[in-house]
C-alpha cells in the first residue's frame, strides 16, 4: 500500500514537472524583462517563472531521492548523486531557453555547469543548494577557489561565472548577519521570515564578496526560509491532494531573484 502511494506521489510530480516545461517554453517566447542595472533583486514575485520552475526541479531532485533512500534502507540521501542530478537539472533548464539561440549547457565532472558556443566554454554556473558548507568569511575563500578552477580548467574569467542559491535557509551564521547588518536579530529564523532584513543582507553579502567583478549580477539568490530538501521531506508526508496544494503555492512565492536576468546575460555572451 505505501509502496502504491509512493508511486503515486511520484507521478503526481513528474505530471507537474511536466506541465511546467510546458509552461516554461511557452513563456520563453515572451519579451525578457530586463532588471535595472547591477541589480537582480525583486520586490515580489512577478516575472519570476523561471526562477519557480528551477526551484520545483530542484525540490523534485530531493523528493526522488528521499524515495530511493527510503527504498534502499539508508539513514542518509546519497550527496554525490544528489549533486549529479542538481547539475543535469540546471543543464536542462537553461538548455531549453539557450539551446535554439546556439548556447548549450552540461554538467561537468567537477560539478560546474559549462555554457559552450561551438564547443568554446562561455559561461560557468555552480548552483549551491544553501550556505551551508560557506558561511560568513569564508565565502570568498570558497568563491576565490572556484573562478582559479574555472579559468584553469575551461578558460572562463571570473565575470562569466555565476553562483544560483537555491535557500538561505541552513547556511547562516547569525553574528555574521549581525555584522552585515549592522544591527541585532533575535533569531536565524525570525531574520528570514523578515523580507526586508533578508534583501538588505544580500545587498550587503554581494558587496562583501569582492573576489567576483560584479557580484551584483553574479548571484543569485532564491528563496529565504523556504529549503527545497526540506520541502522534499515534507511532501513525502503528504497526500497527493496537500502536495499540489503546496506545490501550487509555490507560483505565490515572492522569489528574491529573477533568473530571466541571467538568460539575458547569456544571449549576450554568445
Not at 115 to 135: F, M, N, P
Not at 216 to 228: C, K
Not at 237 to 244: C, H, I, P, V, Y
Request: glycine share 4%; proline share 2%; aromatic share 8%.
Amino acid at each position: 500500500m505505501q509502496e502504491q502511494l509512493l508511486v503515486e506521489i511520484r507521478d503526481l510530480l513528474s505530471d507537474i514537472l511536466l506541465e511546467l516545461r510546458t509552461a516554461n517554453r511557452q513563456s520563453s517566447r515572451a519579451p525578457i524583462r530586463i532588471e535595472d542595472a547591477n541589480e537582480n533583486v525583486l520586490p515580489g514575485s512577478q516575472g519570476t517563472v523561471l526562477t519557480s520552475n528551477l526551484f520545483r526541479r530542484i525540490v523534485d531532485v530531493y523528493y526522488k531521492e528521499e524515495l530511493e533512500r527510503i527504498k534502499s534502507g539508508n539513514s542518509k540521501k546519497s550527496a554525490r548523486r544528489v549533486s549529479v542530478e542538481l547539475g543535469k537539472t540546471l543543464a536542462d533548464l537553461f538548455n531549453e531557453q539557450m539551446a535554439q539561440k546556439g548556447m548549450t549547457f552540461q554538467r561537468m565532472p567537477d560539478g560546474m555547469v559549462i555554457g559552450e558556443v561551438e564547443e568554446e566554454s562561455r559561461i560557468a554556473i555552480k548552483l549551491i543548494t544553501d550556505t551551508g558548507y560557506y558561511r560568513g568569511e569564508h565565502w570568498n575563500e570558497i568563491i576565490e577557489d572556484i573562478l582559479e578552477s574555472c579559468e584553469e580548467k575551461y578558460g572562463i574569467k571570473n565575470d562569466r561565472v555565476y553562483f544560483i542559491i537555491a535557500s538561505l535557509r541552513n547556511g547562516l551564521d547569525q553574528s555574521y548577519i549581525e555584522k552585515l547588518l549592522g544591527e541585532k536579530v533575535r533569531s536565524n529564523g525570525e531574520f528570514l521570515k523578515n523580507r526586508s532584513l533578508v534583501l538588505k543582507y544580500i545587498k550587503k553579502f554581494k558587496a562583501t564578496t569582492t573576489s567576483l567583478a560584479a557580484p551584483y549580477d553574479q548571484i543569485y539568490v532564491m528563496a529565504s526560509e523556504m529549503h527545497p530538501n526540506v520541502l522534499a521531506e515534507d511532501l513525502h508526508k503528504m497526500t497527493n491532494a496537500q502536495m499540489q496544494e503546496v506545490l501550487d503555492k509555490l507560483d505565490e512565492y515572492e522569489w528574491l531573484s529573477d533568473l530571466s536576468k541571467l538568460v539575458s546575460i547569456f544571449k549576450k555572451a554568445i
